[in-house]
């Protein structure tokens, strides 16, 4: 399941289409906005919907309170040191710059293992990519990073695939072919 959505409330049938998934133990994705897809910030749920405000901390394994403002670029750092998934998951990346304005979303949960880190000037470092096992046994990958720009940038497209082929349990490949720069259009 590949999520970017942004504050939707879902029907109940669709609702639980999520949850049954989730706790299936099947694989999730989410980019960018997925860290607060299925609640609104303010005001109540329309009746006849439902949200899931735990859907960060649960599935994906972050805790989302914001971010920092616009208009800072993110350095984009690869760890020092790996262990795990990470060596799989950092292939074909190297260091790369987001405009995409950075996530305030530390302490990750327990469980949580981040691999990619985002800073901007007079900011503490925030974690931009990670992986989380669930409570019920499935794997969770997910990156705050996924604004109109990152589409642009290889680094970036190239997270999205090692992301992919992890989540379904694949072998990620050491080389993809770059499908060149992404059209310069918005899709809405």
Not at 135 to 144: D, F
Request: charged letters at 20%; zero cysteines.
């Amino acid at each position: 399941l590949l999520v970017s959505a942004r504050r939707r409330v879902l029907r109940p049938e669709a609702l639980k289409v999520l949850r049954d998934h989730v706790s299936q133990g099947k694989p999730v994705v989410g980019i960018r906005t997925a860290s607060h897809a299925w609640s609104l910030r303010t005001g109540p749920v329309p009746e006849g919907f439902q949200d899931w405000p735990e859907w960060d901390a649960q599935v994906l394994g972050g805790h989302y309170t914001n971010h920092h403002p616009a208009g800072k670029v993110s350095a984009v750092s690869l760890p020092a040191a790996t262990s795990g998934d990470m060596p799989a998951l950092l292939t074909g990346l190297k260091p790369f710059s987001s405009t995409a304005s950075l996530y305030k979303v530390s302490p990750l949960e327990s469980g949580a293992a981040p691999f990619l880190i985002g800073q901007i000037e007079g900011a503490p470092p925030e974690p931009v990519a990670w992986t989380f096992r669930r409570a019920e046994g499935g794997r969770s990958i997910y990156t705050s990073l996924g604004n109109e720009d990152d589409f642009q940038n290889g680094g970036f497209r190239r997270l999205l695939i090692n992301s992919i082929y992890w989540g379904s349990g694949r072998e990620i490949p050491g080389t993809v072919a770059e499908p060149g720069p992404a059209p310069d259009k918005k899709i809405r």
